[in-house]
């Protein structure tokens, strides 16, 4: 009896340290999202895994939204099983010159589904005027 519960015991740990080490495809989103957002832009970005183990490659990445509209909030969606790396730097959130950087994580790659989302602050009284 005390070996199947140790038994019992093992594999309830085992499991519990597995689900621990799964990670997600949740995406990352970097900004304020609103409800006057529109999608203004998207696109993928891929980087092939390294062939040396330790280099991390990056990707930056620059997008420039036309008109005044300004991008509010850049949401990273991971294509494909997780592989480590993410978006490490965004800038020029709330203007329509956005600058995102993706690292890899060491002698990996990367896939992702990138969109810019934003809404115009102007007024419907202040465009008819």
Same mark, same amino acid.
């Given at each position: &009896? ?28 970097? $900004? ?8 203004? &832009?998207? @696109? /993928?970005? &891929? ?6 183990? %330790?280099?991390?490659?990056? &990707? ?5 939204? *036309?008109?005044?509209?300004p991008a509010t ?10 592989? @480590? @790396? *993410?978006? /490490?730097?965004?800038? $020029? ?13 060491? *002698?990996? @790659? ?14 419907? %009284? %202040?465009?008819?005027?």
């Amino acid at each position: &009896m005390k070996s199947v519960f140790l038994f019992a015991v093992l594999a309830a740990i085992a499991i519990g340290a597995h689900a621990a080490a799964i990670q997600g495809n949740a995406p990352v989103i970097v $900004g304020v999202a609103d409800p006057r957002d529109r999608l203004l &832009m998207s @696109g /993928s970005s &891929m980087l092939a895994p390294s062939a040396d183990p %330790e280099f991390a490659g990056s &990707m930056r990445l620059k997008y420039h939204i *036309g008109g005044t509209t300004p991008a509010t909030l850049v949401k990273f969606i991971e294509q494909g099983p997780p592989q @480590g @790396g *993410g978006p /490490s730097f965004v800038g $020029g959130l709330g203007t329509n010159s956005i600058t995102v950087t993706i690292t890899a994580a060491k *002698g990996k @790659g990367f896939n992702y589904y990138i969109e810019l989302w934003g809404h115009d602050d102007v007024k419907t %009284e %202040e465009k008819d005027a």
